[in-house]
């Protein structure tokens, strides 16, 4: 099976050889800036994205939060509303981001159910993922045999 992998497009590749590429951060709502994110990261009861929550996501996957994920299950959550990616070979439950992502929503969906390390060291390689997602981490990828 072909690996889920989100990659740049030749237009962003180009875009960011030439040195003209602009930010292109989002307005997001009230409260749901990267600090409020880092705060509600300490008290997780609270971060949420529709009704899925930091601490629902752990509940959720606590039976399970080593396990080894098949790539056929990742690609089933490919949508905002359920979406999983992989990092450093680390598979992340990121519903609960969607509505903090600087870059926006759709940006974000570009990781659902895919490879995302890629595309996020491409797109900003001095963020820090562990950091930031680690309550959300659910498990490895297993590679294919
Ligand atoms: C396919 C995956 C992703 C894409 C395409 C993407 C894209 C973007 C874009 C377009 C921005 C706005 C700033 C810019 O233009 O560079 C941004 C900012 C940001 N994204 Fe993502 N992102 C992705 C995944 C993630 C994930 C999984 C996280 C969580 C760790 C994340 C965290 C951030 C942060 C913290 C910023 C603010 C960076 C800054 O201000 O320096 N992104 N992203």
New binding site residues.
Partial sequence: MEYPE?IPTEFEIEEKASGK?????VPLQHGHS?LDWMRLQKQPAVATAGTTTTASVATKHKFRSNAPITIEELKQHSTPEDAW?V?KGRVYD?TP?FTY????DA??A??AGKD?TR??EF??G??N?EA??EKLCIGYIEQPK
């Avoid at 590429?21 to 951060?25: E, L, V």
């Avoid at 992502?101 to 926006?104: A, E, L, Q």
């Fill in positions: 989100v590429r602009q930010k292109q951060k990267q990616t990092y990121i981001y992502h600087p870059g926006g940006q974000l570009r990781a995302c595309m996020f797109r900003h001095w963020v993922f930031m997602m």
